[in-house]
């Protein structure tokens, strides 16, 4: 089975939210990666997000930018994320990998070498921030076949017709943007959450990712009833950005099992 449905399809027998977790490759340094993201697997996530640095994040708040600009000056390359997605499916066979970037580094590497060189790494999914489905279709064809989805975003000013639109162009899942905005963490969800999934939820059955601004335990119960899945992302880059070097990945485990409630049990 499909791993991203797979997922899906356990998060529903266990009657919990999914916890996808976002992690810019090659930040703080190029060693760091796979620990992290060892540590958040250990603290209970079920999807990996990884972050293709780009140098005009349009759609990233200042604490994702900082961490692209980062792996940047780390010379961190598509084909160095690609091999971090290897070494990560070798560790994890089973948990999603999905990417997170912008169009242009991949259509630089060329969309067929591309969709050839990631399902050799084993990625499950590409969401492309800056790609919709209008322009999707080269892309769309050269992956559909390889297994790799590609995930259109949504925002609450999206029109029902965009809605319909989008929903009609996903296979596996929907992300939808929580605010208007930027990406980076805010201190309550957005109180028209719940009418905007609503409106996704009236034209489709896939599940929902809902990220951007998702950064607590509180904010993962309250979008529980309305999406199957939250993202986090500037949250964990700013505890890393914060930890010292030797707390940093049980800060990291530590604060994925608080997102996941695993801290509770």
Partial sequence: MNRIKAAFAQLRSQGRTGIAAFLTVGYPDRGSTMPLLRAMVEGGLDFI????????????????????????????????????????????????????????????????????????????????????????????????????????LLAPTSTDERIRRVCEASSRLIYCVSLTGVTGARREVDSGLPEFLARVRSRTDLPLLVGFGISTRAHVEAVAPYAESVVVGSALIDLIEDAPLSQRVERVKGFVQELSGKSEL
Avoid: W
Wanted: contains cysteine; glycine residues 10%; charged residues 25%.
């Fill in 49 to 152: 997000e990884l972050g293709v640095p780009f140098s005009d994040p349009l759609a990233d708040g200042a604490t994702i930018q900082k961490a692209g600009h980062k792996a940047l000056e780390n010379d961190i390359t598509l084909r160095d994320c690609l091999d971090v997605c290897s070494e990560a499916r070798d560790q994890f066979p089973l948990i999603p990998i999905l990417f997170m970037g912008y169009y242009n580094p991949v259509l630089s590497y060329g969309i067929e070498k591309f969709a050839t060189d990631a399902e050799r790494a084993g990625l499950d999914g590409l969401i492309v921030v800056d790609l919709p489905p209008e322009e999707a279709g080269p892309l769309q064809k050269v992956c559909g076949p390889r297994g790799i989805d590609l995930v259109f």
